[in-house]
């Protein structure tokens, strides 16, 4: 049963991710990548990750996305129409992303314990436990981010802001 | 049961993907969804290998991603609006004017 | 898992589906006839007595009408928008107790799915719901359409954020995200006669949520990504027949979802006076549960039977300026309360 | 610095058709919008739709038989459209009706009043979306049209005032039952202020909403409450005064804000003011004729018909001839609930109109409209379009 999961929610984040990069309009790229992303949120599940896997579906889904999908509606622009498409990333780009690929994947292989077998249930990230962690010995990046995060929403109204 | 690797290598296959839709794309907020892709693609690592080691700590990386992902969203989204207030267009190459 | 647990879950999964598919046909009943006091007419009172058999015939009629999908709409989208927000009302009640603890055969009873994390399960899936109502928006291909797929996108992640900064208040006082465990910690009573809910040490947060709660479902005050009388029908305003209907079950159903979350967190959920025989003792906490939804739902009913409609950008104003920050004061309030009280 | 190089170089605005079929438009007004986002950069109102041809069709028919077209064209106010057209032709003839029938005419013409701006508040609430107030102003309407029926047969086109008086006496006890009704309002109206004019919500969408100002609205001519609610203070009953209306007293609401708001205050003062005013001509109806001696033009009463041979021939004579009205031109003006409703005839002796024109008030009122909602939002002009209180039929005709 664990298996059959695991190989669902992959495909369909892959199938959802080759969409992203193959659809035209926008905001069928954004569905296929909200897609990705609940996909992603089960594998957190099933890695025992239940506060990421909320968080991601809360925070990523639920709120990036959401702006994402609210600004490709506001400025309602269709279709791109495709102009001076690099020749060089077409014929180069694709076969060096697979070598990319290719490395990354022995390299996993080499690295990775070949045993190691994920087990439903076999490690439980408490939230609490997380909450201590982040409170305690991850208190100044905590800071820190809460001061970018800051930054960018006075960035973000700064941008936005019409001027009158 | 299933072996970690697998999970490493799904989420290569989702960097590699979003790498793709970064370079193949001309739509600027579908490149921009790209960069997201990879983000979470590199979440899923950091969640298996907190599998792995059975620590946290990797689950608390991928919450500070989320956190440095939304304000990128915040800022690269206004970005975008101003830039399609003055050009009109989400093609990035339409946007050249310090390309030379 | 055995197979007798499995068939005996899925056994229980439909049922509840069906109970709630059930109470939200007469949540539409109850809206209509309470409204239609509160302002001096009947209601429905034709279809079966008191209108009781109205919800079915309401089903028939929206079941055979002609199903109308206008030419210029983004087909794919168009089609998935209803039943995304069905289906995120619907995953809503998994994590739901609607009673203890109640084994029959090794399976809870009154509970899908007891998660640790029930409350945040809760607020991703409703999180997912505006993307029903803004793709439909979005993808019906209509200016009014689009205005309320635009209004409410904006108004859901600003009012999220309320609604969920409003119940750190009761998780810090309760200690877990478990609905569970929140409820188990507000058993019993002070003197007797004052219960240990929620409510009354977190009125300030209670007030949030449910304020929150409000604009998340898209209810008036708040109702303005289908305000009638400026947007026709708001987001839906292209669909008909079940699709239009889909787009209604999913509000009334977050309704109940809403009004099952502010009494599992404040109210108590099935906490009340129990006696009698042991078939009694168990039906009663149903009972205190089911008038608790009741009266929420009453409430919410009462609010859009007076009030008027606020305007977008007041709604933000008040959903930022207002509403947040009460919201962080509480925060703030309760854990200093919970801090010193650990001391 | 870099604001300049943000700066919008092409606007991408939407044209939105709003109308003639919305629910708030109040029957079928065209508005083309010009929206940037939500913000109304320009407003244009398209009307004709409702078009009848009603002042073409009134050179048809005889003087009498217009009647019932003029309460057609505001189906609101059909009683006070009556009494402009009446008061017109009998200023042509001369006739001066006896003071009973001129007090009923005040008195029903202000339950019209009534009537009317309670129509303007439950579809302004709805609008802002107080659905409830709308129930509640709709069930005291409903009274009002029952008095309306008693006393005419109709609910809404009474066709109850005619050139010389009334076109019958009012049923028995029909004085005691529009004091029972009446009895009851003030409890009514203050049971729409309590849902309404301390509420935050309503307050906060009204408010500085919406505003015209003194000098526009003389630009513009408007007239009525929405003028009044911006410091003009003019109101024919009193400073016209016509079908002795000098004879009662009562206040002329004003506000200076010309807001939303104020035009809501103005028409629930006015709605008590009425009350007053009803109130009066209950207890000092005079007795006496409700039609003027004159037998050319007012069809004969009650049963003289039958035994009269002269009664039967005048009846023939009115209804198949009409009357002949002296040739000349004339304008009168009464203030509907709406401003200043004006009906300009002009006679060329024959028992037909030579022309009828009228004067609108809400014709002139949907001129403002743009200036009160262009830089606002959508929901700000739905609330302007309620807080004008137009009527379709009266603007096309």
């Known amino acids: 049963m664990y298996e059959a999961f695991f190989f669902l929610f992959a495909l369909a984040a892959v199938g959802f991710a080759v969409n992203l990069v193959l659809q035209n309009h926008p905001i069928h790229s954004a569905l296929s990548l909200i897609g990705v992303m609940a996909s992603l949120a089960s594998l957190y599940l099933m890695l025992g990750a239940e506060f990421i896997a909320a968080v991601q579906v809360i925070v990523y889904a639920g709120a990036i996305m959401v702006l994402f999908v609210f600004v490709i509606m506001l400025l309602n622009a269709g279709e791109e129409e495709r102009t001076n498409f690099s020749r060089l990333a077409g014929t180069l780009g694709v076969p060096l992303i697979l070598v990319l690929l290719a490395s990354i994947a022995s390299i996993v292989y080499r690295i990775a314990p070949s045993d190691e077998m994920v087990r439903f249930g076999d490690f439980h990230g408490r939230t609490a436990d997380i909450g201590r962690m982040l409170f305690r010995t991850y208190l100044l990046p905590f800071e820190i981010v809460s001061i970018l995060i800051l930054v960018a929403l006075v960035g973000a109204v700064v941008l936005a802001r019409k001027e009158s | 049961m299933i072996p970690l690797s697998y999970y490493l290598v799904l989420s290569a296959i989702l960097f590699c993907l979003g790498v793709a839709g970064f370079l193949l794309q001309r739509n600027i907020v579908t490149i921009f969804m790209s960069v997201e892709l990879m983000l979470n693609a590199v979440n899923l690592s950091f969640v298996a290998l907190s599998y792995h080691f059975r620590l946290l700590d990797g689950q608390i990386f991928v919450f500070f991603v989320m956190v440095v992902a939304a304000a990128e969203a915040a800022v690269g989204l206004g970005i975008i609006i101003a830039v399609f207030r003055n050009r009109e267009s989400l093609n990035v190459d339409r946007m050249n004017l310090i390309k030379w | 898992m055995t197979t007798t647990v499995l068939l005996f879950t899925l056994l229980k999964v439909i049922v509840i589906v069906f109970v709630v598919l059930t109470a939200v046909a007469y949540a539409v009943w109850f809206e209509r006839k309470v409204v239609a006091r509160l302002q001096s007419r009947w209601g429905p009172t034709r279809v079966g007595p008191h209108g009781l058999l109205q919800p079915l015939a309401d089903a028939i009629k929206l079941l055979t009408k002609e199903d109308i999908t206008p030419a210029n709409v983004f087909r794919l989208v168009y089609f998935l928008a209803p039943a995304l927000s069905v289906i995120t009302a619907l995953l809503a009640f998994a994590a739901i107790p609607f009673g203890p603890v109640t084994l029959v055969g090794g399976v809870d009873l009154f509970q899908i799915a007891n998660l640790d994390i029930g409350v945040l399960y809760i607020l991703s899936i409703s999180s997912m719901g505006v993307y029903g109502i803004a793709l439909a928006g979005w993808s019906s291909n209509s200016k009014y359409a689009l205005l309320g797929g635009l209004r409410s996108s904006a108004q859901m992640i600003s009012y999220a954020l309320a609604a969920g900064l409003s119940l750190v208040g009761v998780l810090l006082l309760s200690g877990s995200l478990n609905l569970r465990d929140i409820v188990n910690a507000q058993a019993g009573a002070t003197w007797g006669f004052i219960p240990h809910w929620n409510i009354f040490p977190q009125l300030l947060g209670f007030f949030c949520f449910l304020t929150a709660a409000i604009a998340q479902t898209n209810r008036l005050p708040f109702d303005l990504p289908e305000a009638e009388s400026e947007l026709v029908a708001g987001y839906h305003t292209e669909y008909s027949s079940m699709k239009f209907a889909m787009f209604f079950m999913a509000e009334y159903a977050n309704m109940l979802t809403v009004s099952c979350m502010v009494t599992l967190l404040f109210l108590g959920g099935w906490h009340g006076p129990v006696f009698g025989p042991a078939l009694l003792q168990t039906m009663l906490p149903l009972l205190w549960f089911s008038l608790k939804v009741l009266a929420l739902l009453f409430l919410y009913i009462w609010i859009r039977g007076t009030l008027p409609r606020f305007r977008y950008d007041q709604l933000m104003a008040f959903g930022w300026k207002f509403l947040f920050p009460l919201a962080l004061v509480n925060v703030l309030l309760t854990s200093l309360i919970v801090a010193y009280r650990a001391d | ?397």
């Not at chain 4, 103005?266 to 005013?277: A, G």
Request: hydrophobic residues 40%; proline residues 6%.
């Open chain 4, 1 to 397: 610095m870099f604001q300049e190089t943000i700066a919008p170089v092409g606007k991408r605005t939407m044209i939105l058709n709003m109308g003639p079929q919305h629910p708030s438009t109040h029957g079928v007004l065209h508005l083309i919008l010009e929206l940037d986002g939500e913000t109304i950069l320009k407003a244009t109102a398209d009307i004709g739709f409702l078009h009848t041809g009603i002042e073409k069709t009134c050179e048809a028919k005889t003087y009498h038989q217009a009647i019932t077209l003029t309460e057609r064209i505001d189906y609101l106010c059909p009683l006070t459209n009556n009494l402009c057209y009446v008061l017109a032709v009998e200023k042509l003839l001369g006739l001066e009706p006896p003071s009973r029938a001129q007090w009923m005419r005040v008195m029903l013409n202000e339950l019209t009043r009534i009537g009317s701006h309670l129509v303007w508040l439950g579809t302004h609430a709805n609008d802002i979306g107080a659905t409830t107030v709308l129930l509640y102003c709709f069930r005291e309407r409903e009274e009002i049209l029952n008095l309306f029926e008693a006393v005419s047969g109709q609910r809404m086109m009474t066709s109850y005032f005619r050139v010389g008086g009334l076109a019958l006496e009012p049923p028995a006890g029909f004085l005691k039952r529009v004091e029972k009704v009446m009895a009851t309002f003030p409890d009514h109206i203050d049971e729409y202020e309590e849902l309404l004019t301390r509420n935050r919500i309503w307050m906060a969408r009204t408010k500085s909403v919406g505003i015209l100002t003194k000098e526009d609205a003389l630009d513009f001519a408007v007239s009525g409450p929405t003028a009044r609610a911006s410091g003009i203070d003019w109101d024919l009953r009193r400073d016209n005064p016509y079908s002795s209306y000098d004879k009662f007293s009562f206040r002329v609401p004003l506000r200076a804000e010309g807001d939303i708001y104020a035009r809501y205050i103005v028409r629930m003062e006015e709605m008590r003011e009425s009350l007053k005013i009803v109130r009066q001509a209950l207890e000092g109806m005079p007795e006496g004729p409700i039609q003027v001696n004159a037998p050319a033009v007012v069809l004969p009463q009650g049963d003289n018909r039958k035994t009269e041979m002269e009664a039967l021939i005048q009846q023939f004579k009115i209804v198949i001839d009409g009357f002949c009205v002296p040739p000349g031109e004339v304008y009168q003006a009464v203030e509907s609930p709406r401003g200043e409703m004006g009906y300009y005839i002009v006679s060329d002796g024959t028992a037909h109109p030579y022309r009828v024109k009228v004067r609108s008030p809400s014709f002139a009122n949907l001129q403002a409209l743009p200036r009160l909602a262009e830089g606002r939002l959508l929901s700000d002009l739905v609330a302007c379009i309620g807080s004008i209180d137009i009527v379709l039929g009266e603007i096309d005709r």
